[in-house]
């Protein structure tokens, strides 16, 4: 679907023609407008997180998906 939004609102969120984005209701009568982080901002945000678990972490995939 495509949506037409204000000159105003793609300025301030500094969209570009492809830009992935999120609307949200946030309210009645108005909504919000997030522009989804592209892959380099994901990344980036993951490696804040790198270094934070014990050098001997070993994660077990069955270990995680096992049901009770």
């Known amino acids: 679907m495509a949506v ?3 000159a105003a609102a793609v ?6 023609e492809g830009d ?3 609307i949200l209701i946030a309210g ?8 989804k982080p592209g892959a380099g901002e994901l990344l ?3 490696r804040q997180y790198r270094g934070r678990l014990p050098a001997d972490f070993k994660f077990d995939r069955l270990k ?3 049901q009770d």
């Open 44 to 46: 980036s945000r993951l």
């Open 64 to 66: 995680a998906h096992e």
């Open 20 to 22: 992935d984005i999120d």
């Open 11 to 16: 300025d301030a969120l500094e969209l570009k």
């Open 4 to 6: 037409r939004l204000p």
């Open 28 to 35: 009645s009568h108005s909504f919000e407008i997030k522009k």
